[in-house]
């Protein structure tokens, strides 16, 4: 373009107000703030998106609040025991005896049996270390005891078939009481278990018991076992030359650098040639 024009050109654009900035007649400038118009409003798109999804969630989460059972008890303790230290506090500020004022909100016989469950726990907390095998077998007996479910209605349908069989032979009498009561009297003593009964070697148990028992056995040996290989005596060892697991690892350390050393008198002692 030759030079007037341009001039004219500029001239023009001055008098009208429009003259272009010099990053309006770069190509490339124009591009970079397209370029950067895009990506606000893809950060923008991205904003609101991300402010619906949190809106959705501050919803879903207020209604599970609302209809999880174990997020309301979860809250109710926090309560109460928010509820607790305050009223801890209020009381030892005010110089009144805490649990005298705590012991209104119950009754006798709650307290009584609050007093019961604690004693009942601290028992039980004493009762978990080791004391000696007898009350280690005690604590096996009684745990057996709770996970035992007896076949109650086994036992019934037993029961009522040993009866009409006793009452069939002639060994067993079915009386009906003045109120309706039925009751089994024994005639020759031969129906009721004594010390001298040999009955019981004709009961065969049912298949179900027989594996339950034998998932037990194998339960129990399993716990001796990893409780052996916890008191680290899984393998055969030697004579004990340590007194805990400290000093056992500091008695390998030992053995790891100076067994080839000590060998022949260590030999020389256990013959009994040592001088």
């Known amino acids: 373009m030759p030079p007037t024009t341009m001039n004219n050109t500029t001239e023009k654009a001055l008098d009208e107000g429009e003259l272009a900035s010099p990053e309006a007649l770069n190509p490339e400038s124009r591009g970079r703030e397209q370029e950067r118009q895009e990506r606000f409003k893809a950060l923008q798109a991205r904003a ?3 402010a619906q999804r949190n809106l959705k969630e501050a919803a879903a989460e207020s209604q599970r609040l609302a209809t999880d059972p174990n997020l309301l008890s979860s809250l109710a303790r926090k309560q109460a025991f928010a509820s607790h230290n305050l009223l801890k506090a209020d009381s030892a500020a005010a110089g009144e ?16 049996k609050w007093d019961k469950r604690m004693t009942k726990k601290e028992k039980h907390r004493d009762d978990v270390a080791f004391q000696d095998y007898r009350q280690d077998s005690r604590k096996v007996y009684k745990r057996q005891l709770r996970e035992m479910k007896p076949n109650l209605e086994g036992y019934e349908k037993e029961k009522a078939a040993a009866v009409q069989k006793a009452a069939m ?7 009906e009481t003045d109120d309706g009561e039925l009751v089994a009297v024994d005639k020759n003593g031969t129906f009721y ?3 001298d009964s040999t009955d019981f070697i004709e009961n065969k148990p049912e298949k179900a018991a027989v594996d339950r028992l034998v998932t037990d056995l194998r339960k129990a040996e399993e716990t001796r076992l990893r409780k052996r290989r916890d008191r680290g005596k899984g393998e055969e ?27 022949e008198i260590r030999d020389s002692f256990e013959r009994g040639t040592m001088i």
Do not use: H, P
């Open 169 to 175: 032979s002639g060994g067993l009498e079915v009386v």
């Open 193 to 195: 278990s004594t010390a």
């Open 48 to 50: 609101k998106k991300s």
């Open 237 to 263: 060892e030697g004579d004990v030359t340590y007194i805990n697991e400290k000093n056992k690892e500091f008695n390998k350390r030992l053995a790891r650098s100076y067994n080839k050393y000590t060998a």
């Open 97 to 112: 005896d805490f649990e005298r004022k705590r012991a209104w909100d119950w009754t006798v016989d709650e307290s009584e």
